[in-house]
Every structure is written in C-alpha cells, then in structure tokens.
C-alpha cells in the first residue's frame, strides 16, 4: 500500500496497516522536508514507487482528497482498523478509512474515499457520500444521508431521516434535527446556519 500524504492523519493511517498485516511500500508527500514518516520512506512523486500497487490518499480535507483522486491513475485500496465493528451488510467504497472503535450497522452505504474517524458511528441504512469526513465520537442515527464532500465535526449528534448536503459543515458537538442544505455551515443545538462555505 501507498499512502499519498505524510501528516498526522498518515500516521493514524500507517498503524491501521500495521495491524492489518498491510505492507506499506512507501508515502508520497510533495514537502521536500518531509522524508520519513515513523520510520517509512517519504518520496515526493508518487511515479517513484511501484505503479501496480494500491493507493490511500491520507489527507484529512475532503476538497483536496477529490483532487488527488481524480489525478491519480492507480488503484484505491482501504483500511479498516480491527477495533472497528462493520456491519457484513455495508457496503465501503474504495479509499475509504476506518479508525479504532467506528460502529457501522446494517444496510449502510459509505462512498469512496471517505474518513470514518475515531469512535463515529453510523446507524443502520446510512448513506454516507464521497469524500465525507465524520469526525470522532460524532454520531448518526438510522436513516441518515450524508452527501457529497461534507465535514461532520466532533461530537455531532444527527437524528434519524436527516439529509445533510453536500460540502456542508456541521459544527464541532452540533445536534441536527432539520435537514441540512448543501454548503451550510451549522452550528449550536439545536444547530443552526451561520454561512454557506464558497
């Protein structure tokens, strides 16, 4: 596996491989600074490694992770850490991340390239869309979809039937109990919109 990306979020990344049993061959990271990564090589042009392998891209932001997806000609690969607790009924798209503790229940949709982070869940018949970033201990009832490039903060909480747009933010311990218009930014409890992201 390649990790294209050599920050924090490739370190969570790099440990979730480990304990998978997943050799990594290397990150690509365009820092020139940047030439290990806890103890792997750092190159700068993902053409210096091996073409035929899988690729993660473990970059937190969901903008700049479409990006490099659409550029990319290799394969995805995915890493779900073994703490993890999925549903056989899920469905993961590829270059998607699951950290320790995520509970996934049955009949759930997760897209490609998404980060389920530390301690999320996401309730049975969930829907999350490509590039989604639901941060930890953030938590969606049933019945919850989640579109396109929207950030999910910290300790959110959504009820059940809510569709949240998509590139919305929802606010770091926000509670959503409306749906959510695409590029909303909420916040509060119950959360409001505060702006639309551009």
Known sequence: MILYGASGHAKVIIEILEKQGIPITGLVDANPAVQTLLGYRVNQLLSDLDADEQVIISIGNNAIRKKIATEIGQGF???????????????????????????????????????????????????????????????????????????????????????????????????????????????GNPARIIEYNK
């Open 77 to 187: 690969g995915t890493a779900v850490h073994p703490s993890a607790n999925i549903s056989s009924r899920t469905e993961i798209g590829e270059g998607t991340v699951m950290m320790a503790g995520v509970s996934v229940n049955s009949s759930t949709v997760v897209g490609k390239h998404v980060i389920l982070n530390t301690n999320c869940l996401i309730d049975h018949d969930g829907v999350i869309g490509d590039y989604v970033h639901i941060s930890p201990n953030a938590a969606l009832a049933g019945n919850v979809t989640v579109c396109e490039g929207t950030h999910i903060g910290i300790g959110a909480c959504v009820i059940q039937g809510i569709n949240i747009g998509k590139w919305a933010t929802i606010g770091a311990g926000a509670v959503i109990i409306k749906d959510v218009p695409d590029y909303a930014l909420v916040v």
